[in-house]
């Protein structure tokens, strides 16, 4: 930044990469200090990816896709370009009302889109956390919002228009004749209701996959992590259970679910518990009490895949596939964002072995974030990774957690060339592995093949 307040971009300038074509901007939003978001005339919303800040084009920017949500970022100043002066700027107030202050806004941006850049903004200083959210880049263009995604899955699963609220408090009371005495099924109600928890609604309404939450525990403390904070600058978006559910509960449910819904899958692993390996007392019998009940249904972890020797006994005992969350493949970039306790990368890797060598379906929950995850050292670690462990799918997240704050913890931690762009991340490993299944959601077995 010069001394007006001017941002110098790094890789991509105003009308590079297409061409003699001109580009169509997508205008800026901001947000005053009561958080009333307004489209600023004659600037374009800017998006970021580590050291690059890029000028949102129509080209770039599908519309908002539904359910999306606005946000304003406080202790922030927005990064804008002057489309009259051709030069990125920071803004520290509107320059239609001298005095107003005005702070960058982003979009959360409902599930099955990977965003490709986040809303630039300059930290002020001593700022604090963000909450746990991913901040998309959005821009404004004719009567339309539109943010920096990539559609990854298209399967309605989590569409909220699915998901009438009278719906679910239908589905409530009928579970509640069903399963009146069941602890997880009261606490599902709580996620359906209290923390609007789209797998909880599931759940109830009788669709797709249905959650099974079963450890208070976990053996990791990740920096982003939904249930449980060490850093009191940052407040978990739900409760964590606080109960150990019997095999019997559990198994109550799963079968409830997987008999009245084709293609049905349960899933141990919510953002509303630890990691079901450190239950495995308590996962292994409800396994084998479903499985006595019906062969039907898919039978699902997500996890840290830290005990490979557990995960190893739970595939015998009737587990169907694994979902495994990664940030990087790369050691200390790794440790740094999910700071494990006794484990690392070997055990994980060593877990992935263990479910392959047993044909199981493994899918990784890669956690992205625009400037990190496309850099070129992470896309080699993921293709080498990809070369030695044949894994099925790449479910592409979005990190929930500050983009400023996380990309200063990865950097500190090792050097990183300049991003590539998500796009191009996706198409490298598409054309590199074409047999590998892209998505966002955790699929049914009859769709493994």
């Known amino acids: 930044m010069d001394n007006n307040g001017n941002e110098h971009m790094q890789q991509r300038r105003p009308g590079q990469g297409s061409g003699k074509k001109k580009r169509t901007y997508v205008t800026a939003l901001v947000a005053n200090r009561a958080g009333e978001i307004f489209d600023l005339k004659g600037y374009a919303a800017v998006g970021m990816a580590g050291p690059t800040l890029a000028p949102l084009t129509v080209e770039e920017t599908p519309p908002m896709p539904y359910g ?16 009259d ?24 941006n409902s599930p099955g889109h990977l965003v490709t ?64 005495d069941n602890r997880l099924r009261e ?25 099974l939450p079963t450890s208070p525990h976990c053996n990791a403390r990740c920096l982003g992590c939904l249930s449980l904070q060490e850093n009191d600058q940052i407040s978990p978006s739900q409760e964590r259970i606080a109960f150990q559910p019997s095999p019997k509960e559990v198994a109550e449910v799963a079968v409830e679910h997987i008999i009245r819904v084709n293609r049905s899958i349960v899933s141990f692993g919510q953002g509303c518990e630890g990691d079901p390996l450190l239950v495995a007392d308590v996962v ?6 479903i499985r006595s009940n019906t062969t039907r249904g898919t039978i699902n972890m997500n996890t840290n895949g830290s005990r490979p020797d557990v995960i190893d006994k739970l595939f015998d005992s009737g587990l169907d596939s694994i979902r495994i969350s990664l940030n990087s493949f790369r ?33 990784i929950n890669y956690l992205n974030c625009p400037g990190f995850t496309d850099t070129p050292e992470e896309v080699e670690a993921l293709t080498n990774f990809l070369k030695a462990y044949p894994i099925q799918m790449i479910q592409w997240r979005n990190l929930n957690f500050d983009p400023g704050k996380y990309l200063k913890i990865m950097y500190d931690v090792g050097e990183h060339g300049t991003p590539t762009g998500i796009k191009s991340l996706l198409d490298r490993i598409r054309y590199s592995f074409p047999d590998l299944k892209f998505g966002y959601f955790n699929p049914p077995k009859e769709s493994f093949l």
Request: net charge positive.
């Open 68 to 83: 999306s949500e606005l946000m304003f970022m406080p202790d922030r100043k927005p990064i804008l370009y002057n489309m």
């Open 85 to 108: 002066k051709s030069r990125l700027e920071t803004l520290m107030e509107n320059p239609y009302a001298p005095g107003e202050s005005i702070f960058p806004v982003a979009a959360f």
């Open 117 to 180: 850049y986040v809303s630039a903004y300059k930290e002020n200083e001593n700022a604090g956390f963000l909450p746990l959210f991913s901040y998309g880049a959005v821009g404004w263009y004719k009567g339309k919002f539109r943010t920096a995604v990539i559609r990854v899955d298209k399967e309605r699963r989590q569409d909220l228009r699915l998901m009438k609220h009278e719906e679910v408090v239908e589905g409530i009371q009928k579970m509640r004749q069903i399963l009146p």
């Open 187 to 211: 606490h599902l109600e709580k996620c359906a209701l209290e923390y609007g928890c789209p797998a909880g609604k599931n759940f109830f309404l009788g669709r797709y996959e249905a959650p």
């Open 284 to 289: 292994m019998p409800a396994i084998v009490k």
């Open 331 to 363: 050691q200390a970039h790794y440790r740094a964002y999910f700071r494990p306790q006794g484990f690392g990368l070997s055990e994980v890797k060593k877990s992935i072995e263990v479910a392959l060598e047993k044909g199981k379906f493994v899918s």
